[in-house]
């Protein structure tokens, strides 16, 4: 439940600023790309150390860091582009809110990139980091494969307009693919809870409220990734910080406008998960319902007869019907009396 | 559930600003008609390409699109208008929320037209996009039939002072009908949860409980679209992005309340949904209740009558009673006697 | 439900600013009524025209129509005030939301007259217009009998001091009279809920549940007729439109004192609602298992004790304690045993 | 439910300002008493009527007055201090919500001083009101027996630094006595609720879930009176609002402290309802359940028992079995073993 | 519930101002440690008293009280310090909330230490107060063993880099231990928290419910000390109260983030305690809807056998079935016939 602040409580001991990895190491060994491009051409410096990296006038500097268990080499990073210890210690404590942060020199953003495993039902997140200098983005992945090869394939392939803009558009970009890759994560989460709702329609178990209560909690999980979204997108599309030039602004508003939407996304599949419990209840009442009315039915008709019978069963020596020609057939036909009465009283509360 | 966020995992990897046409084709050929018109006179061109758009200053020029599919012919009305590609990529992704966006030279809002099958009781909603310039609007539809046409037929016919006024007003009778056509699919979609409550009234049952599950979906869908027209209908109520001239503004104001009055009915609709649940889960538990009473009644009356008719079943040999001449009638006293006090009992108990 | 937006969607094809009155016709034949005052005295026009309405500079100037469907007087009277076209539409359209709205010359108030049945339980609504201009009143009532007749006679009988002040204090006094006019209905309104808690507290019925349901139907209704009225008060109270003049901010601030806790009583009414449907469904859980315990008393002790009588009412040739002499009273005895330790049980779980 | 709205419909009709007691009268004859003090001394003027009220720059003015009932005394000490007359409507009407409200020479507050009565579990509520001027204190008490005998003690007694500071300070003192007596509210409301828990927690049953609902109607009751206190306390703890002197401002914020601190516990109180009346839904499902069981284990043994009796207790001629020698013992040993196949199935399903 | 008010109530008769400790006391005699530091150096002064507190230019002080009952101790440090008495009797009233309040010469902040004991599941809470000076920093702490010591053993080893600042960092310092031991205790009170998941997937029992109760009573105390957080930290972090030097910013706002984790991570404790309250009433219903199914089938297939036998059971002379040979088995086959058509009837609903 609470995995997102695992490790926190062992790490409080030290001072700030210390760099400690906290998260799983999803890369064997953690690298940094430097990668400068413009309108003219482009060159990739991999396997790249602190020296590689040296911003200059007229090209855009992408430094891209993946993994992040190599603390040696991030504060290196760190120290060439002059990032803040607290800044640091956030990149490599990968447990972070979304959130943006403005200092003198350089913007700093932190997303999430959610994973869903269809298997489990389970949700998973990695952290990005990603920091916007004057000419230059450095990005903190913390695995191999993450929607910035996408970014990474435009700039390669000179795609739309990525080549001939500045750093801040190559953010925007960066900030766009990780918005966008949540659509897919929630059409897939989407899914699995129409399969859950499936199940409550034919037939609520205690099987299909389990899967409910997991679903809600993967909802928990996911709000608290998505909801700080808001505020991160809300800074950036003001985009009063003087780190986003005029003509990135309608593409930031754009990317606004998406992280809206996966909001209204996951509001949807909450409310939706909610309205699915109460059917649930409330098809639980209703055959709780039906099973007593079939119970109710039964005993109603058949213990007054079995009583009637029981009377006739009984040895007093001096019981007068008994000797009677027709008393048989006469109990029989008073049976049936009082079962048709007791049917015809149930058909008429719509029992039956 | 997630309609409203299909297809943009297809399209994440394509870079931003690429025209992509996502919803359904509701016309078969696309066609643009531009049509100019002031206290004068009006002149229409149909099947107009962009060749045909050349705003004038003394005229109100309204190009008018239906059907989003053709790419080709939106992109160079678009360039013709100066329009952003990122404004122009809203425009074909049908999915957008209802928003309202200032460029430097124009005004970008979009609305969404709803439509309720009652059939199906099913809400669909369409895209509509309009741009607003210095004297001249553009609007992007998706269907053949909408709310605008009441629009053309008022200039055609000169009704009301649409005539004489400019391309803000032209703005604002489009807003305006596009806002009232909710009011329509509010009463179709109001009454058909007051066909629901007529079943939870009479006689709740697992199938009311699930159309009231469908109902609530839909609400969520409804609530989804029709909440940001609140933030629209103010920005352009507050009257203070200097697209709309000063004598516009009471007309706005009516559009904004209008958008409250829309807002207040999906609101109570919500909550009669919600009641209407409690009532369900509520009569339910009626029910049970008053099906487990005649159940206990005719258990707890008839069972121990038939346990002293067993008594006297018994073959013991020395069973004095048995010989008594006035035995059995004194036993069917008994019985009486028993059934009485808890017929007795149960009236007390208010259960019968 | 949803009568408040009845009639718009017919009238959406009609060109804004066209004036179609919407609602019951709630007197015979509308009509003005012009009444001129002062410290001096007064005079009173009845059946007036708009050739009466000549507001002058030391004389406060009350025009009074009542009855909304006479259109061509609304039209000439509207005229000779200078009111606009949207106003008059939103005069004679009587389903506006409680606002107030700022004009160039005047201030706008809508505010809505709130009646209760008590034999129906039903809660229905008028509208009320006021414009507020300099030195000049004019109030659109739907009906002959409102809380403004308490104000017309106050100046008619020189009570208070209302006949000293300006067309600020005229219109202050009549939205306080409105205001106030509420805690009538919802005191009525919260006894009809009280008698509804009898009910629920003495016999959760059905019947009480649907009662509860209608109650809570009304409160929705309550509730989108006073929530907007905060937002009218405080608008007012804040006196810096520089329609009211400084001596009349006491008042103001008094007004919106009223309508906070008209406010307040609606809050406690509902959570009181709320409660009492959570009471309701406690109580029938309560009655269910009350019903159960005594069903499951009897026939646990009765079922074991039939038992034994059937087991001795085989008729095997065999079965030796059949010829005991005391084999009879030493079953009964055992009856009586197996009773006694089940009644213990019951006893020991507190059902008995 | 909504006593503090009764008594208003009644004098809707009287024009505003006019002065009418609303409210029990808890004192038999109201008086005035006026205290002036300073760091020299102390004079107190019992019975004191207008003319003894007459601030001066070097004393602290104290003005008390208790009942309010008596129109006249008020209306001529309210002349004396230009007290407008709708603040005097307001201290008479005693159902105000607690209020601050600035006029150009005084600051006027309303509070509320609660009372709790534990033999009936009822709190109910009587008004304070206070204004504040330049150099001196009014207050209008209902009853004899307030917190502000504290005030005054501290003045008499010169305990504290009340003596040394102006009428701020002694305002401060009265709010802060004012807030403080909530506390032991609070503590014997509480302490009801917890009586309600151990009930709740050892047996739920009707008469708990009654208390439970009348104890939500306190907390209603109880929220609509301090929900109010923070914007008071809030106003005057910002301390801009010039009556009061900088030195008293640090006393203002520990009064807004235990306001907020009042308004935790009412919070707390609520919520602990709330999870009472949960947990009370859910022992009855649990009981119903346990109750079920009983009955179902009971019902499922010895129904097929008594079965297989009836089959040996008919009366066919031909029937092999009942000749047999051991047929009696064979049957009673098959009766043992259906009933250990079926304690066995229950204690597997964890029944038993 | 309400110890967070204990004991007010009885002090509120006292004047403001007046030095009253409120809590336990947690150590046996309270003491004073002074503590001068720079960059040089650091010197100790154990069993301070109020003339060793003498802040100089070029050194941090850090006074740091341990036990609040000594009251002369603190009150003559605090003369000495110049703090404020309402400041005193906040730090002595150990019940504060979490609050953050600006004086002419200092800032002062009350934060509480919370402790969870496994055992019992019981959240406790401790106050500490902190004032912040022009080089010099108090802290008043309840017990002896605080995240406090984690910083002085900072200071004395010399690690970090809280040596070479000021006492703005100190201050930054001590709040950062003080919210991240917050994670320890939110990890151990999740991990109780999925204790009772286990018990509710595995067998909801009326005690998983009374401990989810008990768990939802510590959630509401858990909240009440961690909500006046957010207002504390953003206090803090927006930087502008002059107490922090801009260097210290960046620390400041990494509190304010681990501060919005911890309400995240308690807000997720709620979400899920309360889906597992919805857990555990569906598994009820589901429960007693297992508990019918298995009744009504038995009573309903063996109800009507057991009626057949008994009809063969009574004692008609004229019973022409009982002659005929054939007649006990053909009843067999008839009972059998009736239970076959049963229980395909119970499959067919599922129930089998
Ligand atoms: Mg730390
Ligand atoms: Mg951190
Ligand atoms: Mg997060
Ligand atoms: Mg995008
Ligand atoms: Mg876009
Ligand atoms: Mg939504
Ligand atoms: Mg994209
Ligand atoms: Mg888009
Ligand atoms: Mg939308
Ligand atoms: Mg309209
Ligand atoms: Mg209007
Ligand atoms: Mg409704
Ligand atoms: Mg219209
Ligand atoms: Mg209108
Ligand atoms: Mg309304
Ligand atoms: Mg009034
Ligand atoms: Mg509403
Ligand atoms: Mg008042
Ligand atoms: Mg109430
Ligand atoms: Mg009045
Ligand atoms: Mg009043
Ligand atoms: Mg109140
Ligand atoms: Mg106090
Ligand atoms: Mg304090
Ligand atoms: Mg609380
Ligand atoms: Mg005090
Ligand atoms: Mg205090
Ligand atoms: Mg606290
Ligand atoms: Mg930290
Ligand atoms: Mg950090
Ligand atoms: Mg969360």
């Not at 350089?106 to 039902?121: E, I, K, P």
């Not at 808001?230 to 003001?238: P, T």
């Not at 009315?293 to 009377?311: D, E, N, W």
């Amino acid at each position: 439940m609470l995995d997102f602040i695992k490790g926190w409580s062992r790490r409080a001991a030290l001072p700030p600023g210390s760099l400690v990895h906290v998260g799983r190491r999803r890369v064997q060994t953690p690298s940094a790309t430097v990668t400068y491009y413009n309108g003219q051409g482009r060159r990739v410096v991999e396997n790249a150390g602190p020296g590689d990296v040296a911003p200059v006038a007229d090209e855009v500097c992408w430094l891209r860091v993946r993994g992040l268990h190599d603390l040696e080499l991030i504060r290196g990073l760190g120290q060439r582009l002059n990032l803040h210890p607290m800044l640091l210690e956030d990149v490599v404590e990968a447990t972070q809110r979304p959130k943006v942060e403005e200092f003198a020199d350089y913007l700093f953003v932190v997303l999430r990139l959610l994973r869903f495993d269809q298997q489990t039902a389970v949700i998973s997140e990695e952290q990005l980091s990603l920091v916007l200098g004057r000419g230059w983005v450095a990005t903190f992945e913390e695995s191999d494969d993450t929607p910035l090869d996408l970014v990474a394939q435009r700039i390669a392939q000179r795609r739309g307009r990525i080549a001939e803009m500045g750093a801040d558009y190559l953010a925007y970009a960066i900030i766009d693919v990780m918005i966008d890759s949540n659509f897919g994560v929630l059409e897939a989460f989407g899914e699995s809870l129409d399969a859950i709702e499936d199940q409550v329609l034919a037939n609520p178990s205690e099987a299909s409220a389990k899967a409910l209560y997991h679903f809600k909690g993967q909802i928990i999980h996911l709000r608290r990734v998505l909801w700080p979204l808001r505020e991160v997108v809300n800074f950036i599309a003001r985009g009063d910080s003087g780190f986003f030039s005029q003509p990135v602004w309608p593409f930031l508003r754009d990317v606004a406008d998406h992280a809206l939407h996966v909001l209204d996304a996951a509001d949807a599949i909450r409310e939706q998960a909610t309205g699915l419990m109460e059917l649930h209840l409330g098809a639980l009442g209703n055959r709780t319902n039906e099973v007593m009315k079939v119970l109710t039915i039964m005993a109603s008709i058949f213990i007054p007869l079995t009583f009637i019978a029981g009377v006739y069963g009984m040895n007093f020596e001096y019981m007068p019907e008994l000797r009677l020609h027709y008393g048989y057939p006469a109990v029989l036909a008073a049976m049936a009396a009082v079962a048709a009465g007791l049917i015809i009283y149930f058909r008429h509360k719509k029992w039956l």
